[in-house]
């Protein structure tokens, strides 16, 4: 296990992204726990649903997009280091994915709590 993890670590591109990752993922909990005692009770997280009732959930679903992109970024991660000795290319492209997932998850949650603060 330590043997595959030393190979993520050594190709800059996989862990400048992982580690970007991470770290967006720490800003937006961060953001949202600093945030969540002033969200109202319901607060928009399914905005491709039709318009009312349906698009809102209580404020404790904030935290929603964040477990997923933990998950997903785990995933990734473990699945890197099972793949990488076999497909380098895939392994950069996926983690530069979890990047830019981090991102739009972290966009997501700023205009979601600006719209209702």
């Known amino acids: 296990m330590k043997e595959r993890f030393k190979h993520l670590i050594q190709d800059r591109i996989i ?3 992982y580690i970007s990752s ?3 993922l720490l800003v937006a909990f961060i953001y949202t726990a600093l ?3 002033r969200l109202p009770p319901l607060i928009p997280i ?3 649903l039709p318009w009312g009732m349906q698009r ?3 404020k404790i679903m904030i935290f929603l997009p964040i477990v997923v992109n933990a ?3 785990f995933v ?3 699945f890197s280091q099972v793949v990488y000795k076999k497909m380098p290319l895939v392994v950069r492209m996926i983690g530069i994915t979890t990047l830019f997932i981090s991102f739009i998850v972290l966009v997501f949650l700023l205009r979601t ?3 209702v603060l």
């Open 35 to 37: 945030l969540f005692g």
């Open 22 to 24: 991470l770290l967006l």
């Open 56 to 58: 809102l959930a209580d």
């Open 113 to 115: 709590t600006l719209l």
């Open 46 to 48: 399914f905005n491709q």
């Open 71 to 73: 998950s997903i970024l």
């Open 76 to 78: 990734n991660i473990v």
């Open 15 to 17: 862990k400048v992204s």
